[in-house]
């Protein structure tokens, strides 16, 4: 046996689950990598390929980006005070994804954060490769690099490269968990680990489920005193998180301050309590293990046993609580029944072309796709899960690859269960190229049956990238995609102009609100809902609002205003439309 | 190099923190390097006379993507397109300025109707200032003709009551609600 296969973990054991011994982890794994010039050079090639790409796709033009994100960002970058009306609810969102956007936004360089997250993003084909070495280090060296290559090519990750949605960038930080805790294994930094989990989460608030089956496979996947130590941390690290930001809720509600993430809102009181009683359960549990406690107790040997065991029970047990609970998302895409979800998850996008949208189709997207990705996770994920359950020999880290080939299956069925919007499994997508190495590794098969199947992975993978099915992508139409900035500077100055200095500035419907960061003044007072003239503390004030919503304009007729002026501000690549605002007379 | 668990941590953690403080000192140099604009770049007279200036295009004018007619189009027009720009609202609205010295005495409009499949024609509402007007809209393009008042500044208004989305209709999967997607207007003058 040469000295690579020693490390590689199918040819470690005759006849015994597959591993990953500590000398290969700390030793053979990492030198081999130090000497990959191939690896090495994907540092390099992923990112600018994936930065050319972006800047071929040209400017951020989603539509939640110019309908909220980026009005958010800026909101919170230039310290607006008072977020007055709407606004404020905005402020209950994780927004880390929102602020690195933002941020970069202010340059005013339509190319700058295009070019910015597509280099981050192509981050991920090395990270792939790297993990997907770790797992199977004999497997052909051409084939890892163009799986990982293919990370990014599958429709529905290709889509969001570069773009601003925040999917890709989450996807980073998980890929980076994963392939510290594949070839860190038992040695894995807990804190590290949870800290990078908690990112993904507050980078992108609609990967909650993702992040959920990604930490309880990780957990699972490690020693019990290191998951007992992963558990802890990532508890406290949700704490501080929630804390630092609810900073901007209180800067918007003045005296009544609460802490929030999403739905959940506490009393400071209860805050505190609360994480009292984690620190202090922590601190128990650590002083327990410390006192060797869980030895006397023989968990580690029954955790060792069984962890394949009760990660599948878990997941399978997540599973249908998800199912049952039916996470509220868009409406048009809840699934209404189980049979629809396992349409869902066999559908390649493809057959969903004409199909109208409803919580009984089969579209889980907006627009038709074609992508094989969903079924190839299932069917790692099922294969891994299969194998956990029923095979509980092995060594100390026999099982940790086992694990994150569940990850991609089982978070694509927990969203596909509850949301049925397929958009928001991307982080596990991204993660498949690793599962089915993964998988590979910890099948006890030939190294050249072992290609083969990458190879035949690989295929599905690349199969769409080719063109297969006739893929068209997500559609820009509202958000005017193109090259060069959003607007000229001089149709900037129009705008500003037509914002007279310490005026009130109300903002109507859809796609409106990019004036604000456009222009990046901070005199104007900023309103996302009518109000009336008292309670907007203005005589004066103008309006902007989405053609489209003309109809709805007698909020402001039927609220003490009235409209002159009117104008249709048809620019380059956006329209708006602009009205004076006169408050009326009213006899007190 | 084999770490124990406890040195792991405190790299972790140590790392951790340089990490932050770096990313906000950038974050800082960053908002402070662009600071937002004190006041409007230009005053709001000058602006308002920029936007009177489109709506005083030179006739006839092209509805197409770029083109100064766009300019024309109120309320109820989606974003122009190659060949036109599509009105997806329930009223639309034309507004110009005629030239310096002339009296319009009508307006032509070229369009094309989108009418679902299945249907003769749909109904469509025009009025101006001394016009009004009830078309049958039939498949393929077509011309319209509405009198003016002979007055410098105008306006056309066009109502679509029965305006329905191709995918509604089961013909395309636009979600858009299409009425007619205008082409081109000319002007005739006394």
Redo the contacts between chains.
């Keep these: 046996m040469s000295d690579s296969n020693q490390c590689d973990p199918l040819l470690s054991r005759d006849g015994v689950i597959p591993s990953v011994s500590a000398d290969c982890r700390d030793g053979g794994v990492h030198r081999r990598h130090a000497r990959d010039r191939v690896g090495l050079s994907l540092w390099l090639i992923g990112p600018l390929v994936s930065g050319l790409y972006s800047l071929s796709l040209g400017r951020h033009a989603g539509f939640d980006y110019l309908n909220v994100r980026w009005f958010l960002s800026w909101l919170l970058l230039r310290d607006v005070e008072g977020m007055p009306g709407a606004v404020e609810r905005l402020a209950y969102q994780p927004y880390v994804n929102e602020g690195v956007v933002g941020l970069l936004s202010l340059t005013g360089a339509w190319w700058f954060p295009v070019a910015a997250l597509g280099l981050v993003h192509g981050l991920i084909i090395p990270l792939s490769y790297d993990t997907c070495r770790a797992v199977t280090p004999s497997t052909n060296r051409l084939l890892v690099t163009a799986t990982a290559l293919l990370t990014l090519a599958s429709p529905l990750t290709s889509v969001h490269i570069g773009r601003e949605d925040g999917h890709l960038l989450a996807a980073v930080a998980l890929l980076v968990v994963v392939r510290h805790v594949v070839r860190r294994g038992d040695h894995s930094n807990g804190l590290l680990v949870a800290v990078l989990i908690v990112l993904v989460f507050f980078i992108k608030f609609s990967a909650v489920l993702t992040v959920a089956v990604a930490f309880v496979a990780v957990v699972f996947s490690l020693p019990a005193r290191r998951a007992l130590q992963t558990l802890t941390s990532f508890v406290g690290v949700v704490w501080v998180a929630i804390g630092v930001s609810s900073v901007n809720i209180w800067r918007s509600q003045g005296v009544s301050r609460q802490f929030a993430l999403g739905e959940i809102v506490l009393e400071p009181r209860v805050f505190v309590a609360v994480g009292l009683l984690m620190f202090t359960v922590s601190l128990v549990l650590c002083g327990l293990v410390r006192l060797g406690v869980h030895r006397f107790l023989k968990l580690p040997s029954f955790w060792f046993r069984y962890r394949g065991l009760a990660l599948g029970t878990t997941l399978i047990l997540i599973s249908v609580g998800v199912r049952a609970v039916s996470i509220a998302g868009d409406p048009r895409f809840n699934p209404d029944s189980l049979l629809v979800v396992f349409r869902r998850l066999l559908s390649t996008g493809d057959l969903a072309e004409g199909v109208t949208l409803g919580s009984y189709s089969v579209r889980d997207l907006e627009y038709a796709y074609f992508d094989l990705g969903k079924g190839l996770a299932i069917l790692v994920a099922a294969s891994a899960l299969l194998i956990l359950l029923f095979r509980v020999r092995g060594d100390s880290s026999a099982f940790g690859p086992l694990h994150v080939a569940v990850i991609p299956g089982v978070a694509v069925w927990a969203n596909m269960a509850s949301y049925g919007y397929v958009r928001y499994a991307t982080e596990a997508l991204v993660l498949l190229p690793v599962g089915v190495f993964a998988l590979l590794s910890a099948i006890d098969v030939r190294r050249i049956l072992r290609s083969l199947a990458a190879l035949l992975a690989a295929l599905v993978l690349l199969l769409p990238a080719l063109g297969l099915g006739g893929w068209q992508g997500y559609g820009h139409r509202v958000g005017r995609p193109g090259h060069g900035p959003l607007v000229s500077d001089q149709e900037r100055d129009v705008l500003s102009g037509l914002i007279p200095q310490d005026s009130a500035v109300f903002f109507f419907g859809n796609l409106t609100s990019w004036i604000a960061p456009v222009v990046d003044r901070v005199d104007p007072t900023w309103f996302v809902k009518p109000l009336r003239p008292r309670d907007a503390e203005a005589s004066t004030a103008v309006l902007f609002y989405d053609l489209a919503n003309v109809a709805d304009l007698d909020k402001f007729t039927t609220r003490e205003w009235s409209m002159t002026d009117c104008q249709a501000l048809r620019f380059e690549n956006v329209a708006v439309g602009w009205c004076r605002l006169d408050a009326n007379q009213v006899d007190e | 190099m ?2 124990s ?1 406890a040195e ?2 405190r ?3 140590v ?2 923190l340089k990490t932050t403080l770096v990313l906000g000192l950038l ?1 800082s140099l ?2 402070a390097a ?1 600071p ?9 007279a ?3 006379s ?2 009177q200036v ?1 709506l005083q295009p030179e006739w006839p004018v092209s509805f197409n993507a ?1 083109e100064p007619g ?2 024309l ?8 397109e190659s060949d036109g720009t599509w009105m ?4 639309g609205a034309l507004r110009f300025r005629a030239p310096d010295g002339a009296s319009p005495v009508s307006i032509r409009l070229d369009l094309i109707p989108f009418v679902p499949f299945g249907l003769a024609f749909r109904v469509m509402e025009l009025s101006s200032s001394i016009d009004d007007r009830t078309i049958q809209l039939y498949p393929g393009g077509m011309s319209l003709e509405l009198a003016l008042n002979g007055h410098q500044d105008q306006e056309v208004l066009l109502t679509c009551e029965d305006a329905v989305s191709p ?1 509604a209709s089961g013909d395309a ?1 636009d979600v858009r609600r299409l009425c007619v997607k205008v082409l081109k207007a000319s002007l005739r003058y006394e």
Excluded: C, Y
């Excluded at chain 2, 937002?36 to 709001?44: A, L, N, T, V, Y």
């Excluded at chain 2, 189009?73 to 122009?80: A, E, K, R, T």
């Design positions: 084999r770490f668990r792991l941590g790299i972790g953690a790392w951790f974050m960053l908002i662009f937002p604009d004190d006041g409007p770049s230009i005053e709001f000058e602006a308002r920029t936007l489109k770029g766009v300019w189009l109120q309320d109820g027009f989606d974003f122009s997806t609202g329930r009223t995918t999967s």
